[in-house]
Nanobody, 114 residues
């Protein structure tokens, strides 16, 4: 399984960004996709996940601001990030769990700064 993330960049506080992550390879139809983030000097933490059935889970810090969605036909997961704050600055990693095996994409940097 390969994961290709895109959509990071520099945005001002209060702005929006949309991240995308496309999966390819031997993908089983039942899986969980999601996003984690890692700020400088900190551990990698959950942002949001979504099952193939559409059940979502969010970190408390992003609830109401971020929305995770997926297109199963395209094996792609999205993260719509609104009302961004400087503390959202981090490298964002997409992940997929298939039959208990974790896969990670390359990170994409999101910088929230004026």
């Amino acid at each position: 399984v390969q994961l290709q993330a895109s959509g990071g960049g520099l945005v001002q506080p209060g702005g929006s960004l949309r991240l995308s992550c496309a999966a390819s390879g031997n993908i089983f139809s039942l899986n969980i996709m999601g996003w984690y983030r890692q700020a400088p000097g900190k551990q990698r933490n959950l942002v949001a996940t979504i099952t193939s059935g559409g059940i979502t889970n969010y970190a408390e810090s992003v609830k109401g601001r971020f929305t995770i969605s997926r297109d199963n036909a395209k094996s792609t997961v999205y993260l719509q990030m609104n009302s961004l704050k400087p503390e959202d600055t981090a490298v964002y990693y997409c992940e997929m769990v298939v039959r208990g095996v974790w896969y990670w994409g390359q990170g994409t940097l999101v910088t929230v700064s004026s």
